[in-house]
């Protein structure tokens, strides 16, 4: 049973435009959620997070919406630039039990 | 700016040896975690570390694996007889402190190869 999915294993958009990463989740008691940012070679770096009493938070270019009717979030940059090129993570936690749940990825390819 | 460390960056072993996989959190962290990422394929939680004992622990972290804080620094992940299918990039992570935020800040990974 998969609790959180990722949909879109990539995306590619044009350098300048929105990039908009999607995740569904199943399990209600996720309160929660986290994206994180992966590089090649590297150990998944921290991006942006949101508590489930939020719907909406917003760091720099980045935005994550959470729709928690719809068990869904998504992850907005706007502008794209080509070194958000990255595979993109998003995680639920249920604060209760502290363990991060992680989507498939969404391998994000910005075009310059 | 603090960060995750951790030793080696590479491994290789032949199956049925035991290696022991080493990682020094961020020092004022509580909390740790093992992660596993088999090639192409998603992060996959492994064992969450809390006061000296093991949290939580997902179906993959089975009799094989062990964990261990042995100094207050280093966190250790150790499999004691290494099969082919345990060859994947294992992250280590940190959290903390007690009734901060909930950000994973993760290492870099040491990659396994299981011969």
């Known amino acids: 049973d998969q609790q959180v999915k990722q949909n879109s294993p990539s995306l590619s958009v044009q350098e300048g435009r929105i990039s908009i990463l999607n995740c569904d989740y199943t399990n209600s008691m996720f309160d929660y959620f986290l994206w994180y940012k992966k590089y090649p070679a590297e150990g998944p770096t921290f991006l942006i997070s949101i508590s489930s009493i939020k719907d909406k938070n917003e760091d720099g270019r980045f935005t994550v919406f959470l729709n928690k009717s719809a068990k869904h979030l998504s992850l907005h940059i706007v502008p794209s630039q080509p070194g958000d090129s990255a595979v993109y993570f998003c995680a639920a936690i249920n604060t209760n039990a502290g363990k991060s749940t992680f989507g498939d990825g969404t391998t994000l390819t910005v075009k310059p | 700016e603090p960060e995750v460390t951790q030793t080696p960056s590479h491994q290789v072993t032949q199956m049925g040896q035991e290696v022991i996989l080493r990682c020094v959190p961020i020092s004022n962290h509580l909390y740790f975690y093992w992660y596993r990422q088999i090639l192409g394929q998603k992060v996959e939680f492994l064992v969450s570390?809390?006061?000296?004992?093991?949290?939580?622990k997902s179906e993959i972290f089975d009799d094989q694996f062990s964990v261990e804080r042995p100094d207050g620094s280093n966190f250790t992940l150790k499999i004691r007889s290494t099969k082919l299918e345990d060859s994947a990039m294992y992250f280590c992570?940190?959290?903390?402190?007690?009734?901060?935020?909930?950000?994973?800040?993760f290492g870099p990974g040491t990659r396994l190869t299981v011969t």
């Open positions: 992570a940190s959290r903390g402190p007690l009734g901060g935020n909930y950000e994973q800040y």
């Open positions: 570390f809390y006061n000296n004992e093991i949290s939580e």
